[in-house]
């Protein structure tokens, strides 16, 4: 910017969600903002209101009177080119996809869900920048071992560079000591204590190597049996949610309850983690996102990545728990609506589960604490009982079009009825 002193280059870690856009699920192509700051492509936002013939922010789901004045916001433009390019380089790609640089066309979508063409995964490039903290400790250790004894230092220029670094580790140590004429050396327990630490932090580098090969082995996955009287089969078997309970202790989270989309006929904790069938009405204020039945979502919107939760049960009758669009009508019932799935247990020893508008019957078994598996990267839910995660209770396709928010039904209105949200381990 004119006037400004640019001053050193600040390395900044991005992820490819970052500069995305959540309709579509690429890097942002003319990235317009809306009045609420919320950003997306501009040709996916003109055809989500083209379909759904209303306007409104997916994310917020702020509307507006009139059509918006969709303006390109640059910024975002130049940071998301700047990834594309970052990102063509560390694949070992030309920066550039064609004889002249410019900047890189929209993708064509896949049928199914799109996801991006262009991905860094942010687990490699950790396991990268382990080895070479790694290799920079097995180095360190090296040169404070030769400052240790009589002999001078190494000559070379990397080693120079190090030695320089293992030096200034030394609190109130003269850095000219790091000079390959100076024979000087530091205080010899000083010495000794740096070793150590160095030592330490190398033990501790290979214990983290080791766990995270043990977890790759762990994570396995295989493919589950669906129940044949599944209504809504996978169109694609090629993931699948772990099948040990242990880890999903990675993707946990705690969600809490919205007070705004909670029915009148529910009250909520201090914490908000457990709704509560009320004895008599709630005198909420007013709500054009609150539930006309006994319904309630929670606050966090889930529009990418994988996510896990828990809900206990067994203090509610009659209960169906799941996932909704926040568009979803306040006047609708979990399941019953294109934009919702669910398990539900109808007090009559039957536990059911509803997709796509559709119910499947799953048994008379009841789970005393259902686990809720959503995978937004391949478009996935899964219903686990807590008791027995070996095999999904359920498992469906879901739209990844709107963020997702974890829902609830107690119905019947039985006073003291309620569902709780376990407290996970994050």
């Given at each position: 910017m004119a006037g400004?002193?640019?001053?050193?280059?600040?390395?900044?870690?991005?992820?490819?969600?970052?500069?995305?856009?959540?309709i579509c699920h690429d890097l942002l192509a003319w990235p317009a903002t809306l009045p609420?700051?919320?950003?997306?492509?501009?040709?996916?936002?003109?055809?989500?209101?083209?379909?759904?013939?209303?306007?409104?922010?997916?994310?917020?789901?702020?509307?507006?009177?009139?059509?918006?004045?969709?303006?390109?916001?640059?910024?975002?433009?130049?940071?998301?080119?700047?990834y594309r390019l970052a990102a063509r380089e560390l694949e070992g790609l030309s920066p550039y996809p064609g004889p002249e640089p410019g900047p890189a066309p929209r993708p064509a979508p896949r049928p199914g869900r799109p996801t991006a063409q262009l991905r860094v995964e942010a687990p490699r490039s950790i396991t990268e920048v382990d080895r070479e903290l790694a290799k920079l400790v097995e180095r360190l250790i090296d040169i404070v071992r030769n400052l240790q004894s009589p002999r001078r230092l190494p000559e070379s220029e990397p080693d120079?560079?190090?030695?320089?670094?293992?030096?200034?580790?030394?609190?109130?140590?003269?850095?000219?000591?790091?000079?390959?004429?100076?024979?000087?050396?530091?205080?010899e327990q000083k010495m000794k204590d740096i070793l150590h630490d160095l030592e330490k932090i190398q033990e501790k580098l290979r214990e983290n190597f080791t766990q995270k090969g043990a977890l790759k082995e762990q994570t396995q996955v295989e493919l589950p049996e669906v129940p044949s009287s599944s209504s809504c089969p996978l169109p694609d078997q090629s993931r699948f949610a772990p099948k040990k309970a242990s880890l999903f202790a990675r993707w946990a989270i705690s969600p809490t309850f919205e007070l705004e989309s909670l029915s009148c006929n529910l009250k909520v904790s201090v914490d908000h983690r457990t709704v509560t069938v009320s004895d008599f009405p709630m005198f909420y204020a007013w709500s054009s996102e609150r539930f006309a039945s006994s319904?309630?979502?929670?606050?966090?919107?889930?529009?990418?990545?994988?996510?896990?939760w828990e809900v206990d049960t067994q203090h509610c009758s009659h209960w169906a728990v799941g996932v909704a669009s926040r568009g979803m009508k306040r006047d609708q019932i979990l399941g019953r609506t294109m934009d919702s799935w669910c398990v539900e247990w109808k007090g009559t020893s039957e536990l059911s589960a509803w997709c796509m508008v559709k119910e499947t019957v799953l048994g008379s078994d009841r789970p005393s604490?259902?686990?809720?598996?959503?995978?937004?990267?391949?478009?996935?839910?899964?219903?686990?009982?807590?008791?027995?995660?070996?095999?999904p209770l359920?498992?469906?396709?879901?739209?990844?079009?709107?963020?997702?928010?974890?829902?609830?039904?107690?119905?019947?209105?039985?006073?003291g009825n309620s569902l709780t949200i376990r407290q996970m381990n994050v």
């Open positions: 400004l002193d640019a001053g050193p280059a600040i390395p900044v870690w991005l992820a490819e969600d970052d500069l995305g856009c959540i609420c700051g919320h950003t997306f492509c501009r040709d996916c936002l003109l055809d989500l209101w083209a379909a759904s013939r209303g306007r409104f922010c997916p994310t917020c789901r702020e509307g507006a009177p009139r059509p918006p004045q969709l303006r390109k916001n640059t910024m975002l433009e130049a940071l998301a080119d700047k120079k560079e190090v030695s320089i670094l293992a030096m200034t580790l030394l609190e109130g140590v003269d850095l000219s000591l790091a000079s390959p004429k100076v024979s000087s050396s530091p205080p319904q309630a979502l929670c606050s966090q919107p889930l529009s990418s990545g994988q996510h896990y604490v259902v686990g809720i598996w959503l995978d937004l990267e391949e478009g996935k839910l899964a219903f686990y009982s807590e008791a027995d995660q070996a095999k359920f498992e469906c396709p879901v739209s990844v079009s709107f963020p997702l928010h974890p829902a609830f039904w107690l119905y019947g209105l039985y006073p």
